[in-house]
DNA sequence: ACCTCAAACATTTTT
DNA sequence: TGTTTGAGGT
């Protein structure tokens, strides 16, 4: 037997070893999925198989590149670069970037990341005159898209009497126009939406069965990881190009079908026996990861669920330690008694930063955590905040590369035409949008051909030539140079560059740090890429469809991670921490509606906790700071519904001393607030900060002419002091910064003699 | 056209 | 609490 095979078990080796036809494989959380997705691609290059025939989707780009890294370590890079790995959508744009001309979008079309499509929704409702507050962008955003994802156009919306009476409800009756409105305007930028990259894959390969019949031919094996988490669009595509030789493998578990927000359908995975009668299915059920406790934890958890694939997760790992559930009483308790234990841990059992995840149910819960982590100085990354990509001024640039690549990109000028200022303002550019809309042309046609219009004076017209020619200039150095080449000489003769330059303060500095650190980014592709594929063009490819997690650096190596438990879908860490169980937060408050939803979200409190190899650690605050007020809140039923064998419950960790007094302990017999009473515990929580920070003694001492010492802007002297005890503010000189103004209270000085 | 400041506003999860 | 929007001034 080959080595590979011999560390699978038994199932384990079936699924992989399984040559033709449909194959289902349901795993369990932590029973090796990734590894029989893995050993199965090397099992069909061994059997001879061209890994050009072999099309593996996996959920992010990152799952893509480690398992192409792995089969890479065993059959060389010759024949791994040849598969087809990523995710749905970047394979997809992929295939539509040879093949797009055929249903009227040029190959350089733009893909258009959240962001952009709000924008673009914000524009329309703006130009329909619509009240902003029915028409909220975001949700407009979100119901586009879930409908686009459930391959619903414009044209079957309006045919659609129960969707349409919907919005009749939600007094959002123009909804039907600004979809129509919103999908011309992407095609008239050449513009695609993550949504588009998959229903324009879809009517590719339904309107040209020759172009169907090729890719059938070209992936001759189909294997899908967490197909739990396809959507119908997703489905349809897979179904189509799988129908001539049915060598589809799905990966997936039901119990951690944790994306129907997005679309996803978990009856995907519960339908496949109908689409696929004569498949093969095999149960993944040992698991490798977790300690006994957690697993039958986690049992006791999904068992409460009434839609599920039967399975019994088992381990032969050790029991292992109990699970802790702490309440704290605020969430900065719970971000200290976080730092704290991990500090503990790490000090006792030589555990690194890195063997620590904390996960949480939304984003902002992240702050309180990151304060304590800091203040005990342990380092951590952060995913699901700003990724690299979405930071202003890395967008601003790649604003100017986009309309270099494709100067119909209407959302990308916007952004610039008038960043560094040109004095081209926002009547200008409603007048163009006007015009634009009314030729049914583009902004950037408007432009060019701006002579033909006697709408706009000449000194706009002057200002408008000029931006003409620079992105003119931009174009054809895009096309004749290297993406390195190109891009330097676009942020310079933009004013990009100087603009950022001459931002001196602390936050003008590291943004452009930001656009060096990029630029270094293009300058490493080109190196590493063939001389014709070394175009900004190719740079910028799928830059739309990268995260946070896919920009990660070396930096980055031994951290504690900060992570939403969506995010942590897939990953596993030694220690973990499921933070702020309390109800309306985890379950959400949005999700505690219907069954179905609160399904979800015990799905995804399942992942959560199978994310622990070692231990696991579960808490809740029965305080919470939201929208600049304390909340009270109660424990989350999940914790009630996990069986009491596993679980050691404290109101304190036992391991470390917290600093607050008793008075501060949650009350239970007044579970309900009155307003009076959240208003004493504010004054009383806020002192406690207070302590923390420097005390006003300090802050009064500052005079006129003193030098003192800011903790990013470095050493300045004082000009001018005003205003009284809490509102005593100074004007501060910094060298090579210039003056700022401070308020005392919060810019903590320090005194320098 | 652009700047500044105060008031209103918002908060699930993401390729 | 941090961010966005709108009014009003330059």
Not at 425 to 435: D, K, V, Y
Request: a positive charge; aromatic letters at 10%.
């Amino acid at each position: 037997m080959q080595k590979y095979l011999l560390d699978l078990n038994q199932e384990q080796r079936k699924a992989v070893m399984h040559k033709d036809g449909p194959l289902m494989v349901i795993a369990g959380a932590g029973s090796g999925k990734t590894r029989v997705l893995t050993h199965r691609i090397i099992y069909l290059l061994n059997e001879g198989i061209n890994p050009f025939n072999i099309l593996a989707l996996t959920f992010t780009n990152k799952a893509a590149k480690e398992m192409r890294s792995r089969i890479e370590n065993i059959v060389g890079d010759t024949v791994s670069k040849n598969l087809w790995m990523g995710t749905f959508h970047s394979v997809f744009s992929k295939i539509l970037r040879f093949e797009s001309e055929k249903i009227n979008y040029p190959k350089n079309f733009t893909i258009y990341d959240t962001e952009d499509s709000k924008n673009l929704i914000k524009s329309i409702i703006k130009e329909f005159n619509l009240d902003k507050d029915i028409y909220k962008t975001g949700l407009i955003r979100n119901r586009i898209s879930s409908l686009k994802n459930n391959f619903i156009s414009y044209n079957k919306y309006i045919e659609n009497n129960e969707l349409n009476l919907q919005d009749q409800i939600a007094k959002r009756t123009e909804f039907a126009r600004i979809y129509l409105a919103y999908q011309n305007r992407c095609h008239k930028a050449s513009a695609m939406d993550f949504d588009d990259l998959l229903i324009k894959t879809y009517e590719l390969l339904e309107l040209f069965p020759d172009l169907l019949k090729k890719y059938q031919e070209k992936f001759k094996y189909i294997l899908i990881d967490e197909y739990q988490d396809t959507n119908h669009i997703q489905y349809l595509i897979v179904k189509k190009l799988a129908s001539k030789f049915m060598n589809i493998c799905i990966v997936g578990d039901d119990a951690q079908s944790i994306y129907s927000f997005r679309g996803a359908n978990i009856k995907n995975i519960l339908n496949f026996k109908n689409d696929y009668p004569n498949y093969t299915s095999y149960k993944l059920e040992q698991n490798y990861r977790s300690s006994a406790t957690i697993v039958e934890a986690a049992n006791s958890i999904i068992k409460n669920n009434e839609q599920q694939i039967h399975k019994t997760v088992w381990t032969e790992n050790q029991k292992g330690e109990k699970i802790i559930v702490v309440k704290t009483t605020s969430d900065n308790e719970e971000g200290k008694l976080v730092a704290n234990t991990i500090s503990d841990i790490k000090m006792r059992k030589q555990a690194h930063n890195q063997d620590f995840a904390i996960l949480y149910r939304t984003n902002a819960q992240s702050r309180a955590l990151e304060e304590s982590l800091r203040k005990r100085n342990i380092p951590y990354k952060i995913y699901g905040g700003l990724s690299f990509y979405q930071r202003k001024e890395i967008k601003d640039l790649l604003a100017y590369f986009r309309l270099a690549i494709n100067p119909n990109d209407e959302e990308a000028l916007k952004r610039i035409i008038n960043y560094p200022r040109r004095g081209i303002g926002l009547s200008t550019l409603q007048n163009l949008s006007l015009i634009a809309n009314s030729n049914n042309t583009s902004i950037w046609e408007t432009i060019i051909n701006l002579d033909e219009n006697s709408q706009i004076n000449k000194g706009t017209k002057k200002k408008l030539n000029d931006f003409s020619i620079l992105i003119n200039e931009f174009i054809l150095k895009s096309k004749n140079k290297d993406a390195y080449y190109a891009s330097e000489e676009i942020a310079k003769q933009s004013g990009l560059f100087n603009e950022l330059y001459n931002d001196k303060s602390p936050e003008g500095v590291s943004r452009f740090e930001n656009i060096q650190e990029l630029l270094n980014g293009i300058k490493n592709f080109v190196e590493h890429s063939e001389e014709e594929s070394n175009k900004l063009e190719d740079f910028m490819q799928d830059v739309a469809l990268l995260t946070d997690q896919d920009t990660e650096n070396d930096k980055d190596f031994n951290k504690v991670t900060l992570m939403t438990v969506h995010a942590a879908k897939g990953l596993e860490f030694p220690y973990v921490f499921v933070v702020g169980l309390e109800e309306n937060m985890f379950p959400n408050i949005m999700s505690s509606e219907s069954q179905d939803s609160l399904e979800e979200e015990r799905r995804l409190f399942y992942v959560a906790v199978t994310r622990a190899a070692k231990r696991l650690f579960l808490s809740f605050a029965s305080t919470r700071f939201k929208w600049g007020q304390f909340i009270d809140s109660e424990k989350s039923r999940f914790i009630d519904e996990i069986d009491e064998r596993y679980l050691e419950k404290h109101e304190h960790y036992p391991s470390f001393e917290l600093k607050t007094s008793k008075k501060f302990v949650y009350n239970k017999k007044q579970p309900i607030v009155n307003k009076l009473q959240l208003n004493i515990k504010n004054r009383k929580l806020k002192k406690v900060t207070n302590i923390s920070n420097n005390d006003f003694s300090d802050t009064a001492k500052i005079q006129n002419g003193m030098n003192v010492k800011h903790s990013s802007f470095g050493i300045g002297k004082v000009i001018t002091i005003s205003g009284e005890g809490a509102n005593r503010k100074a004007t501060v000189f910094f060298k090579g910064i210039g003056q700022k103004n401070m308020l005392l209270k919060f810019a903590k000085l320090e005194i320098i003699k």
